[in-house]
């Protein structure tokens, strides 16, 4: 590979971050490919999949032009609802700013329509990436049917288990997946709650000992209704035993059975007997019974028992510094294969946005340094190398504070969560 040769990149994961990720570059003339394993756009996701996005991911989204389609197909959300479930009186605390929810389908549908439209883009569904080489000719990424693309750089977008970052040991030694004392129980209801609101997060609280918490927020789009989701820790099983989790995945087989990595429809001791639609319905009935009668009780039905909430830890050796590029700067990491986090803070996929973006403007600022009209390879390069030891001291932080709003402090057991706790992006657990 020649340093004259024209960049060609290759991005492995067609989710939000690599769908902008292709945009960006394509408006700094470097065309790319990307690499889906979803034969369709929502495949692996569920219609209760929401996300919502403030400052931060708006902006990232206008970055890349998708903005306008995105406020049109989300629901604004202006406010935190805090429910009391015993009481069913409200407390109302207004954001700072608007944010936007969707469900992920909406939000995939409003960047995949962008890029798409790009003339550099190219978009392959229906087989991932299983593992990527390096050679004197540049880069070959692997594919799951069998065939080989070659590229002169790759980024890797494909989530918490990314194939990318465990096919270079200078980035896979950096990583270790952490599991947090902590699960969500899922749910989706086919209608609004009778008396709630549709611009605004509901928290809704038990008593202090019941130790958990629920999320609800409304789905935009078609399908409607509202996404609830209870916030357990491991202490709540001391009260709620018939709550236990799916067990822990094994390390050998992190990302062996895709979504089901995060979720088990029913724990298998409940499978055969049905019961816990059952027991949730007395749960809420007893505990937070103004929210039950809120409540279609067809949405029981629908629970599914997450596994518990992990995370990416990234970490140097040697007193090197953590990094999402490999030094010759060939391979970056953005989202959730370079930060992925918990869902405490709502965090994950506003700074997967963000890092498609800062990724490309290091690109950019280097272009325009060197008063490039096209970007070569030594640019791109060195654009990699840049945002790989930079970025990680802006997410890092994030990634602590967020799973550390994951453990249930004890001595005082209260789960009451602030305006900043809010879980408001349930896309890992």
């Not at 692996?44 to 903005?67: A, E, F, I, N, P």
């Not at 992920?104 to 990527?132: D, F, H, W, Y």
């Not at 973006?357 to 060197?370: A, F, Q, T, Y």
Request: with cysteine.
């Amino acid at each position: 590979m020649t340093n004259q040769e024209h960049p060609r990149v290759l991005i492995s994961g067609g989710g939000p971050s690599g769908l902008l990720a292709s945009i960006l570059l394509n408006n700094i003339g470097v065309p790319s490919i990307v690499i889906e394993r979803a034969k369709e756009p929502d495949e692996w996701s569920t219609k209760s999949y929401t996300v919502v996005l403030g400052d931060k991911g708006q902006s990232s989204l206008g970055r890349g032009g998708c903005l306008k389609s995105a406020q049109e197909a989300s629901f604004e959300r202006r406010f935190v609802f805090f429910f009391d479930g015993k009481t069913g009186k409200v407390k109302t605390i207004p954001k700072k700013s608007p944010a936007i929810g969707f469900t992920r389908p909406l939000l995939m549908e409003c960047i995949e329509k962008i890029a798409l439209g790009c003339p550099r883009v190219t978009l392959k569904r229906g087989a991932g990436v299983s593992s990527v080489s390096k050679n004197d000719s540049g880069i070959q990424a692997h594919l799951e049917d069998g065939t080989t693309i070659s590229a002169t750089h790759v980024i890797g977008a494909d989530g918490k288990w990314s194939k990318v970052r465990q096919s270079f040991p200078s980035l896979s030694s950096q990583a270790k997946i952490i599991t947090s004392p902590s699960f969500r129980v899922h749910m989706d209801s086919p209608t609004v709650p009778k008396g709630f609101r549709t611009d605004g997060t509901y928290v809704i609280n038990p008593d202090k000992e019941c130790m958990f918490y629920i999320i609800a927020s409304s789905r935009p789009g078609a399908s409607g209704g509202y996404s609830i989701t209870m916030v357990c820790y491991d202490e709540t099983l001391e009260r709620y035993p018939w709550l236990a989790p799916p067990a822990d995945v094994k390390p050998g087989n992190y990302g062996k059975f895709g979504w089901e990595d995060f979720f088990s429809a029913l724990p298998e001791a409940m499978k055969s007997q049905g019961t816990l639609s059952e027991n949730l319905q007395q749960m809420f009935l007893q505990e937070v019974p103004e929210f039950y009668d809120a409540l279609d009780k067809e949405t029981f039905t629908s629970a599914r028992v997450n596994r518990r909430t992990t995370w990416l830890q990234m970490s140097a050796k040697d007193g090197k510094n953590v990094t999402y590029s490999t030094e010759d700067g060939l391979v970056a990491l953005i989202g959730d294969a370079a930060h992925a986090m918990t869902p405490a803070m709502g965090e994950g996929c506003p700074t997967a946005l963000e890092s498609a973006v800062k990724l490309v403007d290091r690109v950019s600022s280097i272009m325009e340094e060197k008063g490039e009209s096209a970007c070569s390879t030594d640019t791109l390069n060195e654009g990699f190398v840049q945002y790989g030891l930079g970025r990680p001291k802006e997410c890092i932080p994030i990634q602590e504070a967020s799973a550390s709003r994951n453990i249930l402090k004890k001595e005082v057991k209260n789960t009451t969560p602030t305006p900043k706790d809010v879980f408001l992006d349930p896309k890992t657990s």
